[in-house]
């Protein structure tokens, strides 16, 4: 089956940098999509970043602050998180999408981001 593990969340002081990871197992099909999403306490879970083949996209809350990444040939997501803000604080998710053969959505457990003013 496939999985999706998030690591790198951490307890940080605001303008500190973090790297999040999301390593899957269980396939050797290359996502069509993969990205971020985060929920904070009482709040829906919203989209952060997201990565295709050919683009990628932010949150208007995080551009010029975050850079998503993939290795290559790899079912593996990188989100690098410069000058955090108090704001950021959340449980950060990484998602995965494919298309072919068949449709599928895969979710992670999530990891704990805490950003201290």
């Excluded at 996209?57 to 993939?70: E, L, N, P």
Aim: overall charge positive; some cysteine; glycine content about 8%.
């Amino acid at each position: 089956q496939v999985q999706l593990v998030e690591s790198g969340g951490d307890l940080v002081q605001a303008g500190e940098s973090l790297r999040l990871s999301c390593i899957s197992s269980g396939s050797k099909l290359r996502f069509d999509a993969m990205g971020w999403y985060r929920q904070a306490p009482g709040k829906e879970r919203e989209l952060v970043a997201a990565i295709t083949r050919g683009s990628t996209s932010y949150a208007d809350s995080v551009k010029g602050r975050f850079t998503i990444s993939r290795a290559n040939a790899k079912n593996t997501v990188y989100l690098q998180m410069n000058s955090l803000k108090p704001e950021d604080t959340a449980v950060y998710y990484c998602n995965a999408e494919q298309r072919h053969p068949y449709s599928a959505v895969y979710w992670g457990q999530g990891t704990q981001v805490t950003v201290s003013s």
